[in-house]
């Protein structure tokens, strides 16, 4: 501690330990909040905290005293920062890499001196066989003819050629291996010796203590470098299965973590991490208007259709029934914003943690929960030609399960990686586990087009033929969904012949037609749907 002489006041200096305690994470930055307690006597204080995160937005820092201290104040606070570089203290780390990088480039040079050598003497016995191979013949003119000496002198230079050539290939792969390994400490090094390595920031703030005694403050700052997104984990615990039911009931543990990624220079050792779902980057201005203009067309008497892909997609299954569709198959895993249902949440773990300054991730548990889970095999040959297992459980939290990619293990471990949208508490989802091993699916169309010659009525049908094999030791009860197409014009109509579809099924009202196949240990089954479109003369672009 040192004291500063003015012309009215005199100064003192102290630097005090003020960790991180709380962390609120936010999609795109976090705010950090740094606390200490310390004892001061009466006067004008200029308290230092070391070693903060230098990308600390300035603006946002601010100070102030946890507790009721009467006329005491802090008059400022500010950030300083400053660029170390200081050749002489290399880190004893930073030295070791230099003697390794000399060692290996001095060998390195070694072995392209002995592979140069070596290829001057591949060179040199190459020529000596080529003009021994053309004397040959000469010899052979002159009579000179010895094919036992011929043959030893040209087998031992074929062997040196082959000795060489392993020699030198095997320089060259070790010159390879060196190479990798000294661009690896040269890039180390680099790392090492970069100015942001050792840039250093601290806090300052100056204060008036009316009185001696011990006070706490609190520092809080906003720094970008720093995300979270929610990453869960699904276990499904051994299932029994039922002979009469379509699905079997079997336990599902869920958890939920908050995935952090932190490059801000300073280490949070030992802290509350808060999850946020605020979105501070969002704009409040209004988005601007355009003219929008309308054209009066006559309607064109010829009806021109098109074959529309339409998505039938929600975030969870609702709270009552589930309805008949399968989960889809896992995509990438990408990293899109946090998606909180519309309500601002604040999700705290239930311990703390430690996040290092190094850009990776760690995932942080925030909640789990046990539900009792349906599983079933589910099939939708149009999309994929496998028996997929699947899982519908509900959300038994007291929180929402947020959007974001979902790990899943079974007994065996981690199986595959699939995902999520937001689920509310007490909302049921799906989850898919997978393609069975067991089964196999071929999947067939054939179409015929006509048209009546009375009413010009045209008229396509479709053929949908199924071809499941079970392979497996164990019964399958397989919940496969075909879908055909759902008119929105009188003109176009779509039936199922009933008499020539497997069990007569039909569709309900978004198209999708359901049957649950059961397929005996190493047996075989047929399945077949046969609708038909029938259309007006006008419509042109059925196909």
């Given at each position: 501690?040192?004291?500063?002489?003015?012309?009215?006041t005199?100064v003192?200096?102290l630097?005090?330990?003020?960790?991180?305690?709380?962390?609120?994470?936010?999609e795109?930055?976090?705010?950090?909040?740094?606390?200490?307690?310390?004892?001061?006597n009466q006067?004008?204080?200029?308290?230092?905290?070391?070693?903060?995160?230098?990308v600390?937005?300035d603006?946002s820092?601010?100070?102030?005293?946890?507790?009721?201290?009467?006329?005491a104040?802090?008059?400022?606070?500010?950030?300083?920062?400053?660029?170390?570089?200081?050749?002489?203290d290399?880190p004893?780390?930073f030295?070791?890499?230099e003697?390794?990088?000399r060692s290996?480039?001095?060998?390195f040079?070694?072995?392209?001196e002995?592979r140069?050598?070596?290829?001057?003497?591949?060179?040199?016995i190459?020529?000596?066989l080529?003009k021994?191979?053309?004397?040959?013949?000469?010899?052979?003119?002159w009579?000179?003819?010895?094919?036992k000496?011929w043959?030893?002198q040209i087998?031992?230079?074929?062997?040196?050629?082959?000795?060489?050539?392993?020699e030198?290939?095997?320089?060259?792969?070790?010159?390879?291996?060196?190479?990798?390994?000294i661009?690896?400490l040269?890039?180390k090094?680099?790392?090492?010796?970069r100015p942001?390595?050792?840039?250093t920031a601290?806090?300052?703030?100056?204060l008036?203590?009316?009185?001696?005694?011990e006070?706490e403050?609190a520092?809080?700052y906003?720094v970008?470098?720093?995300?979270?997104r929610p990453?869960?984990q699904?276990?499904?615990?051994?299932?029994?299965?039922?002979e009469?039911?379509?699905t079997?009931?079997?336990?599902?543990?869920f958890?939920?973590d908050g995935?952090?990624?932190?490059?801000?220079?300073?280490?949070?050792?030992n802290?509350d991490l808060?999850?946020?779902?605020?979105r501070?980057s969002?704009?409040t201005?209004?988005?601007?208007?355009?003219?929008?203009?309308?054209?009066v067309?006559?309607?064109?008497?010829?009806?021109n259709i098109?074959?529309?892909e339409?998505?039938?997609?929600?975030?969870?299954?609702?709270?009552?029934?589930t309805?008949?569709?399968?989960?889809?198959?896992p995509t990438?895993?990408?990293?899109?914003?946090?998606?909180?249902?519309?309500?601002v949440r604040?999700l705290r773990?239930?311990r703390?943690?430690t996040i290092?300054?190094?850009g990776r991730p760690?995932?942080?548990?925030i909640?789990s929960f046990?539900?009792?889970?349906d599983?079933e095999?589910?099939?939708?040959?149009e999309v994929c030609?496998?028996v997929?297992?699947k899982?519908?459980?509900?959300n038994t939290?007291?929180?929402?399960?947020?959007?974001?990619?979902?790990d899943l293990?079974?007994t065996?471990g981690?199986?595959?990686?699939?995902?999520?949208?937001f689920?509310?508490p007490?909302?049921?989802?799906?989850?898919?586990?997978?393609?069975?091993?067991?089964?196999?699916v071929?999947?067939?169309?054939?179409?015929?087009?006509e048209q009546d010659h009375l009413?010009k009525?045209?008229?396509?049908?479709k053929?949908?033929?199924l071809?499941?094999?079970n392979i497996?030791a164990?019964?399958r009860?397989?919940?496969t969904t075909?879908?055909l197409p759902v008119?929105?014009l009188?003109?176009?109509k779509?039936?199922?012949?009933a008499?020539?579809t497997?069990e007569g099924?039909?569709?309900?009202?978004?198209?999708f037609?359901?049957?649950?196949f059961r397929?005996?240990?190493?047996?075989?089954l047929?399945?077949?749907l046969?609708?038909?479109?029938?259309?007006?003369?006008e419509?042109?672009?059925?196909?």
């Amino acid at each position: 501690m040192q004291t500063i002489k003015s012309e009215n006041t005199i100064v003192q200096e102290l630097t005090i330990n003020a960790p991180v305690s709380v962390v609120t994470l936010l999609e795109d930055r976090a705010q950090v909040r740094r606390t200490g307690k310390i004892q001061l006597n009466q006067g004008f204080w200029r308290i230092k905290i070391l070693q903060v995160a230098p990308v600390l937005s300035d603006k946002s820092l601010r100070a102030e005293f946890l507790q009721n201290y009467p006329d005491a104040r802090i008059d400022d606070v500010r950030v300083r920062r400053q660029m170390l570089l200081k050749e002489e203290d290399k880190p004893e780390e930073f030295k070791t890499l230099e003697s390794e990088i000399r060692s290996l480039t001095q060998t390195f040079n070694n072995i392209t001196e002995d592979r140069q050598h070596l290829e001057s003497c591949l060179k040199k016995i190459s020529s000596i066989l080529t003009k021994g191979l053309q004397e040959l013949p000469v010899d052979a003119v002159w009579g000179q003819i010895d094919p036992k000496n011929w043959r030893e002198q040209i087998s031992s230079l074929f062997k040196q050629l082959r000795d060489l050539r392993a020699e030198i290939l095997n320089n060259s792969h070790t010159q390879e291996d060196l190479q990798e390994k000294i661009n690896h400490l040269i890039t180390k090094a680099e790392a090492l010796s970069r100015p942001d390595m050792i840039y250093t920031a601290w806090i300052e703030a100056d204060l008036m203590i009316p009185q001696t005694g011990e006070y706490e403050i609190a520092f809080d700052y906003v720094v970008p470098n720093a995300i979270w997104r929610p990453w869960h984990q699904a276990r499904l615990v051994p299932e029994e299965r039922t002979e009469d039911s379509t699905t079997n009931r079997t336990k599902l543990s869920f958890r939920m973590d908050g995935c952090v990624w932190q490059c801000t220079g300073e280490d949070w050792q030992n802290v509350d991490l808060v999850f946020s779902t605020a979105r501070a980057s969002l704009g409040t201005e209004p988005p601007l208007l355009t003219d929008e203009q309308l054209n009066v067309m006559e309607k064109s008497k010829q009806i021109n259709i098109q074959l529309r892909e339409q998505k039938i997609q929600t975030t969870g299954l609702g709270t009552g029934a589930t309805p008949s569709s399968a989960e889809e198959a896992p995509t990438t895993v990408t990293l899109p914003g946090v998606d909180d249902g519309g309500e601002v949440r604040n999700l705290r773990p239930t311990r703390k943690a430690t996040i290092p300054s190094d850009g990776r991730p760690y995932r942080v548990p925030i909640f789990s929960f046990e539900s009792e889970a349906d599983i079933e095999y589910v099939l939708m040959p149009e999309v994929c030609c496998q028996v997929v297992l699947k899982s519908e459980q509900t959300n038994t939290a007291k929180l929402p399960i947020l959007a974001g990619p979902v790990d899943l293990v079974r007994t065996s471990g981690f199986v595959g990686r699939t995902s999520l949208l937001f689920i509310a508490p007490g909302e049921r989802f799906a989850l898919g586990w997978g393609p069975d091993g067991a089964m196999r699916v071929q999947r067939s169309t054939t179409q015929k087009q006509e048209q009546d010659h009375l009413t010009k009525w045209n008229f396509v049908t479709k053929t949908v033929k199924l071809f499941l094999s079970n392979i497996g030791a164990e019964p399958r009860i397989i919940k496969t969904t075909e879908r055909l197409p759902v008119s929105e014009l009188e003109q176009v109509k779509i039936e199922v012949i009933a008499e020539e579809t497997t069990e007569g099924v039909q569709p309900d009202e978004n198209g999708f037609c359901t049957w649950n196949f059961r397929l005996s240990p190493y047996s075989q089954l047929e399945a077949s749907l046969v609708y038909k479109i029938s259309s007006t003369p006008e419509v042109k672009g059925i196909r």
